[in-house]
């Protein structure tokens, strides 16, 4: 059985400072990993993925990827009100294969 | 970001009766999958579709789901006999056709309300 584990929150973070989400996977078979933004109702929004071991930045952005501990990060810098939102952490093999989702961890900026 | 379309926006239903959800994937692409999320719980792999055929499907995919390509462009996932505990979102997801071919994008959802 394949389990994504993500720490449910809610997590708070100052407006201006930096969010830290933290995701660990079970299957040593994945290799690829996402970040989903979902806000309340709406349908999960594509952040960032990473394939790699190492950091990937886009903008604000920054995905971690630690295969040997089956550990991806998510942060957010200058965080702003309008990241307040539940990330969705996700991991699947290659190949267009399905995505298994944690439960998600709910961030709270607060201004 | 890509766009994925899905139809209706809302349904209400009574338990046992039939429903046909629709997505319009991102076009040209030959994979497409179901996802359902029920209130307050994490997003569900239900099927994956790969041209034409079903390629994967979960444990909740039963003999009540199933899954069409009625024409060219549009996708449809239908329960034939709805119960109480298929009330969920259910979003359709498509990959792009840039290349980025693990990359899934989501539509808006259909939130399915059985009564």
């Known amino acids: 059985q394949k389990e994504v584990e993500q720490n449910s929150g809610p997590l708070s973070v100052p407006e201006g400072a930096i969010a830290s989400l933290n995701c660990t996977y079970s299957?040593?078979?994945?290799?690829?990993f996402f970040w989903y933004r979902q806000y309340s109702g709406k349908s999960p929004e594509l952040i960032m993925f990473?394939?790699?071991?190492g950091d990937k930045e886009d903008g604000r952005f920054t995905a971690q990827l630690n295969k040997a501990s089956q550990y991806v990060s998510l942060l957010i810098r200058d965080s702003q009100p309008s990241d307040s939102a539940t990330y969705l952490c996700?991991?699947?093999?290659?190949?267009?294969?399905?995505?298994?989702f944690g439960t998600g961890t709910r961030l709270t900026i607060i201004p | 970001e890509p766009e994925v379309t899905q139809t209706p926006s809302h349904q209400v239903t009574q338990m046992g009766q039939e429903v046909i959800l629709r997505c319009v994937p991102i076009s040209n692409h030959l994979y497409f999958y179901w996802y359902r999320q029920i209130l307050g719980q994490k997003v569900e792999f239900l099927v994956s579709?790969?041209?034409?055929?079903?390629?994967?499907k979960s444990e909740i995919f039963d003999d009540q789901f199933s899954v069409e390509r009625p024409d060219g462009s549009n996708f449809t996932l239908k329960i034939r006999s709805t119960k109480l505990e298929d009330s969920a979102m259910y979003f359709c997801a498509s990959p792009n056709t840039s290349g980025e071919s693990d990359t899934q994008y989501f539509g808006p959802g259909t939130r399915l309300t059985v009564l």
């Open positions: 996700a991991a699947s093999n290659f190949g267009n294969e399905k995505l298994t």
């Open positions: 990473i394939y790699s071991n």
């Open positions: 299957d040593r078979g994945s290799q690829s």
């Open positions: 579709f790969y041209n034409n055929e079903i390629s994967e």
